[in-house]
């Protein structure tokens, strides 16, 4: 049984119950299912190779991690179930939740309900979304704002690939590859740029950018695109108060003077004709 986004946001305002995820050992679903785990569910989960730093790390958190793929994880008492988009729909577990009438969500249909009550940042973009978040988690950290986060790499200046702060704000990584992109209604969402990818998923270059436009066009405070990127210029140009950042004298937030060392870099920066000085990074 598929649903939507909505009914995603039903499951998770229950008291928690049980949840299982297929293809558990992927970044962005090991990352929820973190998330979950510290939300008070019993979350256990499978993927075909559960080895490695991932399986470990979500052990460690208690996860209940399987190896491979059989009906006989899917648990009685299983409220629902999360499959990794590149999980195929014939994997035994689906199957078994199909036969016992669980409800099944995409890994992108679940992200943007786990975004409901938080001040939430989107990240997306066909490039740079990894770096990006973790760039804006790390900076709202600094902030004092202590974020939770959900994105799709470990980096030295978080860690893991999800954590839980104290703080109202969360970071997250949407990705725009199967069409999900278009469930957000974030608060803050940045564009990186918008490059054809995944087109397989898409019907032609016209339902592919209308996948972010309505993203952009959802967001709640703002839409902060890349000026420099042709596609996401034309997109973040159609969202009222939409903001531009980059080189382009037509940003609204410009990087001016850029010198890049070794292991740091230096930019002037200047938001909508006001130098503000200098930004080491």
């Given amino acids: 049984m598929h649903a939507s986004s909505f009914d995603v946001r039903s499951f998770l305002r229950r008291s928690p119950g049980r949840v299982h995820l297929v293809g558990v050992c992927g970044v962005g679903m090991a990352g929820i299912a973190f998330l979950l785990k510290r939300r008070g569910w019993l979350v256990s989960g499978c993927d075909r190779r559960a080895a490695g730093r991932i399986a470990d790390w979500l052990r460690s958190e208690g996860v209940e991690v399987a190896d491979g793929h059989s009906p006989q994880h899917l648990e009685a008492g299983t409220d629902w179930v999360i499959r990794s988009a590149a999980v195929s729909p014939e994997e035994p577990e689906l199957r078994e939740a199909e036969r016992k009438n669980v409800a099944v969500f995409r890994r992108g249909e679940v992200l943007p309900a786990l975004l409901e009550g938080k001040i939430s940042v989107a990240v997306c973009g066909t490039h740079g979304k990894t770096t990006t978040s973790t760039w804006m988690t790390f900076l709202l950290r600094q902030a004092g704002l202590d974020p939770s986060?959900?994105?799709?790499?470990?980096?030295?200046?978080?860690?893991?690939?999800?954590?839980?702060?104290?703080?109202?704000?969360?970071?997250?990584?949407?990705?725009?590859?199967?069409?999900?992109?278009?469930?957000?209604?974030?608060?803050?969402l940045v564009v990186t740029n918008v490059d054809f990818d995944h087109m397989e998923h898409f019907a032609n270059e016209e339902e592919f950018e209308g996948t972010f436009s309505r993203a952009m066009c959802a967001a709640r405070k703002a839409v902060i695109y890349c000026r420099d990127d042709q596609r996401a210029a034309k997109l973040g140009g159609r969202c009222a108060g939409a903001v531009g950042y980059g080189f382009s004298e037509e940003a609204d937030i410009r990087a001016l003077n850029v010198r890049c060392g070794p292991w740091e870099s230096e930019f002037d920066l200047v938001v909508r004709g006001r130098e503000l000085g200098p930004v080491h990074v």
Avoid: F, K, P
Avoid at 153 to 167: K, P, Y
């Fill in 149 to 188: 986060w959900c994105i799709g790499g470990r980096s030295s200046l978080l860690g893991e690939v999800a954590g839980v702060g104290n703080g109202r704000h969360m970071v997250v990584e949407a990705d725009e590859s199967d069409g999900t992109l278009s469930l957000y209604e974030a608060d803050y």
